[in-house]
Nanobody, 124 residues
Framework: QVQLVESGGGSVEAGDSLTLICTAS????????MGWFRQRPGDEREIAAA????????YYSDSVKGRFKISRDNKKNTVTLQMNRLKPDDTAMYFC?????????????????WGQGTRVTVSS
């Protein structure tokens, strides 16, 4: 397994930007598909974005598409989520996760390593 630590959360105003960074330690970082999930207060955890091992394949949920950008640096073992034009609805705990592809779709990724999360609060 890989150990994950998120950083970069904070409190901002609507329209601002934030960058979240997930730093991984352990072996075989490049074998993992990486995802950023979020959990709004009172809601279930949902995926916001994901990126394949090489960085060329990316997935975005409809709620963040066009505003968030996911990237990874396999030399530094990091995954970054650049969040732009933030909205109050983006307020959530954000989690980084490492997973293994079990099929041909993004929904087939099994995430089995999770960070502790970083909180993002967006005020109107």
């Amino acid at each position: 397994q890989v150990q994950l630590v998120e950083s970069g959360g904070g409190s901002v105003e609507a329209g601002d930007s934030l960058t979240l960074i997930c730093t991984a330690s352990g072996d075989s970082f490049t074998t993992y598909t990486m995802g950023w999930f979020r959990q709004r207060p009172g809601d279930e955890r949902e995926i916001a974005a994901a990126i394949g091992w090489s960085g060329s394949s990316k997935y975005y949920s409809d709620s963040v598409k066009g505003r968030f950008k996911i990237s990874r640096d396999n030399k530094k073992n990091t995954v970054t989520l650049q969040m732009n034009r933030l909205k109050p609805d983006d307020t959530a705990m954000y989690f980084c996760a490492a997973g293994t592809v079990r099929g041909t779709t993004w929904s087939s990724v099994e995430y089995d390593s999770w960070g502790q999360g970083t909180r993002v609060t967006v005020s109107s």
